[in-house]
């Protein structure tokens, strides 16, 4: 009796630590995965608080579109001591593009996902620096990104830039294609800001 006991104790040990080693090794890629996806969140919602911090903002006095480009038009220009260059978030704190041309008391922001538009990006939450170009109708192409890189459908993507005292959230991953025969992957990307629902915009200042 004492043996029958013991080797039921000893199967019910084996199917315990049977089960304990299934598990884990089907949950270790889930726990990555709620990791990452926590990193990502932190970062965005971090952020948003930062944007708190920015001083300077600027209404919407028209939403344009010319040859497949998208516009700003803001109320701000040179007698406010707005200057090209500078970048223009919205109230959540995505990137909506830059200031390219100046007026007196206006500015014109030129949509940071309109074709020939450049930026240097970072993809979380690799933390990864990209190039990050625009394609038109608020799209965007991530370049030089490795093949070898675990880069997801849903990761973030920040503009990268060393005069700006916060990260700039740009855009989110929509598309990745891996190519066998390329040392790197196509991925593509969707602008986080919607320009022609914005009503106001926030101007951030360099670092000097």
Same mark, same amino acid.
């Given at each position: 009796?004492? $043996? $029958?006991?013991?080797?039921?104790?000893?199967?019910? *040990?084996?199917?315990?630590?049977?089960?304990?080693? /299934?598990?884990?090794?089907?949950?270790?890629?889930?726990?990555?995965?709620?990791? &990452? #996806?926590?990193?990502? @969140?932190?970062?965005?919602? %971090?952020?948003?608080? #930062?944007?708190?911090?920015?001083?300077?903002?600027?209404?919407?006095?028209?939403?344009? =579109?010319?040859?497949? $480009?998208?516009?700003?038009?803001?109320? =701000?220009?040179? /007698? /406010?001591?707005?200057?090209? %260059?500078?970048?223009?978030?919205? !109230?959540?704190?995505?990137?909506?593009?830059?200031?390219? #041309?100046?007026?007196?008391?206006?500015?014109?922001?030129?949509?940071? *996902?309109?074709? =020939?538009?450049?930026?240097?990006?970072?993809?979380?939450?690799?933390?990864?620096?990209?190039?990050? $170009?625009?394609?038109?109708?608020?799209?965007?192409?991530?370049?030089?990104?490795? !093949?070898?890189?675990?880069?997801?459908?849903?990761?973030?993507?920040?503009?990268?830039?060393?005069?700006? !005292?916060?990260?700039?959230?740009?855009?989110?991953?929509?598309?990745?294609?891996?190519?066998?025969?390329?040392?790197? =992957?196509?991925? /593509? &990307?969707?602008? @986080?800001?919607?320009?022609? *629902?914005?009503?106001?915009?926030?101007?951030?200042?360099?670092?000097?």
């Amino acid at each position: 009796m004492a $043996k $029958k006991y013991l080797f039921i104790l000893l199967s019910l *040990s084996l199917l315990t630590r049977f089960a304990f080693f /299934s598990y884990t090794a089907e949950t270790v890629f889930e726990l990555d995965r709620l990791r &990452a #996806e926590n990193t990502r @969140l932190k970062n965005l919602l %971090g952020f948003k608080a #930062e944007i708190k911090e920015v001083p300077r903002g600027a209404r919407v006095l028209l939403y344009m =579109q010319e040859l497949g $480009k998208e516009f700003l038009l803001i109320d =701000q220009g040179m /007698s /406010s001591g707005i200057f090209e %260059g500078m970048r223009v978030v919205d !109230s959540q704190g995505f990137f909506v593009g830059t200031v390219r #041309e100046l007026g007196e008391t206006t500015a014109k922001v030129v949509i940071g *996902s309109n074709l =020939q538009e450049t930026h240097d990006g970072e993809l979380l939450p690799l933390g990864v620096r990209v190039i990050v $170009k625009g394609r038109g109708a608020r799209t965007l192409a991530l370049e030089l990104v490795q !093949s070898d890189l675990p880069v997801r459908e849903g990761d973030f993507v920040t503009l990268f830039a060393r005069d700006l !005292s916060r990260s700039v959230m740009m855009a989110e991953v929509t598309r990745v294609r891996r190519e066998v025969s390329s040392a790197f =992957q196509t991925v /593509s &990307a969707v602008l @986080l800001a919607r320009p022609d *629902s914005l009503r106001e915009v926030y101007l951030l200042e360099p670092v000097k």
